[in-house]
């Protein structure tokens, strides 16, 4: 199976702050790599897919980039509506694996 | 607008096998190239991909479960179904199932269903 490897697994900061989470892959997956956002007691919610393409109806505040084996989410400008759990989920091979998730907490 | 919807025992027991349904609303497992997903997340873990069943009706099985796991597609009912037997308490978890979309490179789950809290105990 395809490791991924997240960090930090957690991180506090405010309101208006830049946030960037890493996550990197055991072998290269090229860009079959997604981002999602979880909320307590919620599904998780796409963001971003292959890569860096926005999902439709999210704001552009967020992004991604990178391939092969290192990738980055980053949120320009935290929203406090964005105090959540944010996974990465590879979709280059079978068994699709996720990051085991980084918390982003109030400061 | 397409939404999915787990229902099924909250409870097994250990031994026994947990059944889930997935329903679709809002569209067809007939229409489109998707993988109807199955996922579940043990409490304050990371998630855990559990297989798919392509629109085809050809079923994909995480290894580390394919032993135990069955896949199936209901298009009359609209409605796909994961069978997961000999549970044990590390079979406890939320369960999701997903839409898989594709583009390009990618396969990525959109929307998912709420979850649904399967409690393996005595």
């Known amino acids: 199976d395809i490791q991924m490897t997240q960090s930090p697994s957690s991180l506090s900061a405010s309101v208006g702050d830049r946030v960037t989470i890493t996550c990197r892959a055991s072998?290269?997956?090229?860009?079959?790599l997604n981002w999602y956002q979880q909320k307590p007691g919620k599904a998780p919610k796409v963001l971003i897919y292959?890569?860096?393409s926005l999902q439709s109806g999210v704001p552009s505040r967020f992004s991604g980039s990178g391939s092969g084996t290192d990738f980055s989410f980053t949120i320009s400008s935290l929203q406090p509506e964005d105090f959540a759990t944010y996974f990465c989920?590879?979709?280059?091979?079978?068994?699709?694996?996720f990051g085991q998730g980084t918390k982003v907490e109030v400061k | 607008q397409v939404q999915l919807q787990e229902s099924g025992p909250g409870l097994v027991k250990p031994s026994q096998t947990l059944s889930l349904t997935c329903t679709l609303s809002g569209g067809s497992l007939s229409s489109g190239d998707y993988y109807w997903t199955w996922i579940r997340q043990h409490p304050g873990k990371a998630l855990e991909f559990i297989g798919y069943?392509?629109?085809?009706?050809?079923?994909y099985y995480n290894p580390s479960l394919k032993s135990r796991l069955t896949l199936s597609v209901d298009r009359s009912k609209n409605h796909f179904s994961m069978k997961l037997s000999s549970v044990t308490a590390a079979d406890t978890a939320v369960y999701y199932c997903?839409?898989?979309?594709?583009?390009?490179?990618?396969?990525?789950?959109?929307?998912w269903g709420q979850g649904t809290l399967v409690t393996v105990s005595p």
């Open positions: 069943i392509y629109y085809d009706g050809s079923p």
């Open positions: 989920q590879q979709s280059y091979a079978t068994p699709w694996t």
């Open positions: 997903a839409r898989g979309d594709y583009g390009g490179p990618s396969n990525w789950l959109d929307p």
């Open positions: 072998q290269s997956i090229r860009t079959s």
């Open positions: 292959v890569a860096s």
